[in-house]
């Protein structure tokens, strides 16, 4: 066997940093920007890039021209949620406890009681059980996310959700190609959010709410957009109308640069999809009989939203722990196999034991819960860029290589 990298060994790959840049600039996306930078650096209704944007996102994800709108940022989308639902202090919401922190910390700003519930050990999301096992009375809504691509079983969700009157929010931002029982994510809740930084799908920053019903979407637009794009997207018959010179208070649009580069993206899904999935059809197929390392797919009912490709770590086949067999692997060259560090389990962050948003910012006290899921899933999991561009293949290749050997040197 040749000996590790880590213990003066060859190194498996020695590609140059970066690995992993998300989108490729090709003279096509230069050409886009610098286009849009000629014509407009923002706009302030939806006729221009931004529409075009729009309208390409929802057929994205089979929907009708106006069912989605774009803003500055997933969190700024999500923190709209809450709004537009009506959710207030005193009202709660069940959140996963594991999770990207944005998914719950706009409910905990505005004073939102956020419940926060187990995972499945096997996906890292919440189930219709983990759900059900926090429920209590001031809960309102469920918010939900789709981890690392994986789609959570919508169906007993919404059934769940169903029984218990409860509003339906999806966290689809790690999970733009993803479906269950063949229907995108994204189209299953009252509201849906996609944040687009750094995500299978990019604007830089960006956020996208998808709002199919028109009433929450007339309110989508009210708490992203004042005056002129709310004036001409909403009818003056409307309720909601004597709102659209002010809107709710906030302008949380995204930039129009943002859009162009989206539009790129978009225009080229499915060439990004049948290349994400082929990588992970060959990082599914290589990794199959590692005693080490497991490739995480899909449930039977869902479709990978092919985010990065996440691998569960067996610390009873190894002779060495989750982040050492990282540490390994890096060693080896393959710089971007990661143990995630800022996506957590985040139930015990102060943040979340507060209830009045007006209060000084004092830490209230914690009440830790027992999440024995959320720690199964965490404390193994590792990630790995899923790619998507020509080229990619010698990186894939040499990420699997590198994995292979450190998992043979450690297999007990
Ligand atoms: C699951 C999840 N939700 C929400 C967000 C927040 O989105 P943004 O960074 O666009 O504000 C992110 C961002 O990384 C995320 O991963």
Redesign the pocket.
Known sequence: MTALAAHGGPMTLEAPRPHYQWPIIDASLEKAILDQAHRSLSDRDATGIIGEYEQAFAAFLGLQPGQVVSM???????HATGHILGLRPGDAILAPAY?????ASPFAFEGIEVVFCDADPTTGNVSAQSLADRMQPNVKAVIV???WGIPCPMDEIAAFCAEHDLALLE????AHFARWDDRPVGTWGDLA?F?????AITTG???MLVARDPRLRELAVLFAHYNKRSRAEIAPSSAHFPFAFTGMGLKERMTTLGAAIGVHQLARAAHIEAHRRHNLDTFTKALDGNPVIAPIVAPERGTHGLYVLGLRFNPDQASVTRDEFVRLCVAEGALDVDAPG??RDISAEPLFARRDPHASWTPAPIHPVDLPGVSAFQDAFIKIPAWGYSGDEELLDGYLAALAKVSEHVAR
Request: with cysteine; charged share 10%.
């Open positions: 500055a940022s997933g969190t700024a989308a999500i999770t990207f922190l944005a998914t996310t789709h981890m966290d689809c931002s790690h959010v944040s687009t930084n750094q995500k920053e960006g956020g800022s996506t």
